[in-house]
């Protein structure tokens, strides 16, 4: 059985990767979360060596070659340990805890940037215009969705419950078109959250419903089919010997 992280053990996760060489950007400890349920949730099971790279930086850049073995050692230990832990919950209890980060409402109107340009002021006013509960989960919500990007098989899926699935853990991350905006307001309307509890609960349970819309493809075995009869062991031998098959190539 794979035993979890305990709390200090994410926190010095959630540290080792705030150190990760320059100019690199890897995730927190909470969109890293994310990322692993995403990778768990595909519908393909993706092996570690795949997906680890992906965490150290979020537009993809790679670690460099001397990167310190202890320190990449030990963070490869947690991180493996927490997909294990995620991956035995999910199949075993369909429940898990996610690494949710608290935020409180702040009493006073944060100070605007000095020099802050439109793109950056956009991007202000978009995540201030959001719910406090959004921009709780929105990390955990980045990092799900930065494993679709890097791995798309989900997206790409035709399963209108998956895309509903999608679009329920989505409506957290800032809304950038009229479509998305639209989207949102429908799920904020027909299917409110009234505290961060509820939130959480239904981010949980939309994980597990991936995972089980999923679960087929995911262990999918294809079946190798013969383009031919099958050969009996009286029958001519495929060789061209002449000989019965049994007495050719079937001896054996």
Known sequence: MSIDLTDSEFFELDELLATTPAPLQALDASML??????????????????????????????LPEDVDPVWLARVREL??????????????????????????????????????????????ETYEGMSLISRTLMPWVAGFQHAALCFPELMDMTDDAVMASLARLYRHLPAETDEEREVVATLDREHPLKDIDEAV???????ADLCD????????????????PKLGRNDPCHCGSGRKYKQCHGAN
Do not use: S
């Open 201 to 207: 609960e239904e981010l949980v349970v939309t994980v």
């Open 79 to 124: 991180v493996e340990r927490r997909h294990n832990a995620l991956n035995r919950q999910m199949v075993e209890d369909g429940w898990f805890d996610p690494v949710v980060l608290d935020l409180e409402e702040p009493t006073e109107p944060e100070a605007i940037p000095e020099g802050e340009d439109a793109e950056a002021k956009q991007a202000r």
């Open 33 to 62: 979360d994310g990322y692993l349920c995403c990778v768990l949730v595909q519908p393909r099971l993706i092996e570690v060596d795949e997906w680890l790279p992906n965490i150290f930086d979020y537009d993809g850049g790679l």
């Open 213 to 228: 819309l999923t679960q087929a493809q995911r262990y999918h075995v294809e079946t190798l089919r013969r383009e031919g």
